[in-house]
């Protein structure tokens, strides 16, 4: 009797976490109809056709996912990883040459209804790989040799989506790593050399980026890149050397680089406490927030002009129920497979929130990152969903060593 009541409770639904998904879903649905709804009435677009009925759609299609992926056991699906990352970086690879170019960048492959984005799958095939990888007894950790493979793997992806260029999705990778050889064991003197190096790199990129003369810089960034890098750090855009005619024209185009950011800034500035009301925001009907980010990678904006403070109050303790319940599966897992997977999927449902969230009040630089469950976005929902779904997956199969 007594085994049976602790099997039944092992084996139930966590409610928390599946509350919170469906009040962000629900959110999504209602502030990108917000962001849209209006100018897709106005050109006469068919009701299945509303980006709010699409994002509903896969939701729909993600939650069935989530499901089927409960039904097969973690420890089974982990056996296929390896293949699933190899998969992930054939897809990475096939982007430039089968790729479709939006917005100024080669991310997706088209397949007719749908335009696929891989490094979103790349994203969980990793963490999946990695985490059975690592899931192996702790003292064969303190190898450098693993250490070096395990960094290997999570490289790969990182520079493979890098050349997108996707710099949002590739930064994702690392904290990733970093979160799941921590929690697996590795010695800390090899992740903190990694840090410390790594930390290194990143500022003698900014330097040479930022303050190097374009002809002689080492590291050749995209130029929308390094725009957007001056723009974050609010550097001129012309050299010491310009003449007073390019320093105008520099400036010029400084403020128009600038833009989003500081719609975005005026977004979430004129919402106040409460906001001032659903659909009655000014800033995306009148298409000062670019009517083509609105709904996506500037969908936090929206929220907080229109639900003002409280609204935004709201989404983070979703987001943040998300994460304490992933937080503690971890804890519950009685192996280390789940103990690291779960871990991963919390870093990277977190790292997406803080990234995006940041970029929209310019705590960081704006790379491109989507909102999970929240950014319009087929891949996205899709892939947000089934990293929900591993977790509630690691929360059923709990199992003793």
Not at 229 to 234: A, E, P, R
């Amino acid at each position: 009797m007594l085994t049976e009541a602790i099997n039944r409770r092992e084996r139930g639904i966590e409610w928390p976490l599946w509350l919170a998904v469906f009040g962000l879903m629900a959110v999504g649905a209602a502030f990108i109809y917000s962001a849209t709804g209006s100018r897709e009435a106005a050109r006469g677009a068919a009701w299945y056709d509303y980006t709010a009925v699409r994002q509903i759609a896969f939701y729909s299609v993600g939650f069935g996912l989530a499901v089927a992926l409960c039904l097969v056991e973690y420890g089974r699906l982990a056996r296929w990883s390896l293949l699933a990352y190899w998969v992930g970086i054939l897809l990475l690879v096939a982007v430039p040459l089968f790729g479709v170019d939006r917005l100024g960048a080669r991310r997706w492959i088209d397949f007719g209804l749908i335009q696929f984005q891989p490094s979103e799958f790349a994203k969980l095939s990793f963490l999946f790989a990695l985490a059975n990888f690592l899931a192996r007894p702790v003292g064969e950790l303190a190898s450098p040799a693993l250490f070096l493979k395990a960094l290997g793997m999570a490289l790969l992806p990182f520079v493979l989506i890098l050349k997108q260029p996707d710099l949002g999705s590739a930064l994702v990778i690392m904290p990733v790593a970093l979160s799941m050889m921590f929690v697996a064991g590795v010695p800390h003197r090899f992740i903190l050399k990694f840090l410390a190096g790594s930390s290194l790199i990143v500022a003698l990129v900014l330097v040479d980026v930022l303050f190097a003369s374009q002809r002689w810089q080492f590291i050749k960034l995209k130029e929308y890149q390094r725009q957007r890098l001056l723009v974050y750090f609010d550097l001129d855009f012309a050299p010491r050397s310009a003449t007073d005619l390019e320093r105008r024209l520099a400036g010029e185009l400084k403020q128009q680089k600038q833009y989003n950011v500081e719609q975005a800034l005026i977004s979430v500035g004129s919402g106040g406490l409460t906001g001032v009301g659903w659909r009655q925001g000014k800033q995306g009907a009148l298409g000062y927030l670019p009517r083509a980010v609105a709904h996506n990678d500037f969908i936090f904006s929206v929220l907080a002009e229109e639900k003002g403070f409280t609204g935004a109050i709201v989404v983070l303790f979703l987001y943040g129920t998300v994460c304490v319940a992933g937080i503690r599966i971890a804890g519950q897992a009685r192996d280390r497979l789940g103990r690291i997977l779960a871990a991963g999927v919390v870093t990277l449902l977190f790292t997406h929130v803080f990234v995006n969230i940041g970029m929209n009040i310019r705590l960081m630089p704006v790379t491109g990152i989507p909102l999970p469950l929240l950014s319009a976005g087929g891949t996205s929902v899709l892939c947000s969903l089934v990293a929900i779904g591993i977790l509630q997956n690691i929360h059923l199969y709990r199992r003793h060593y």
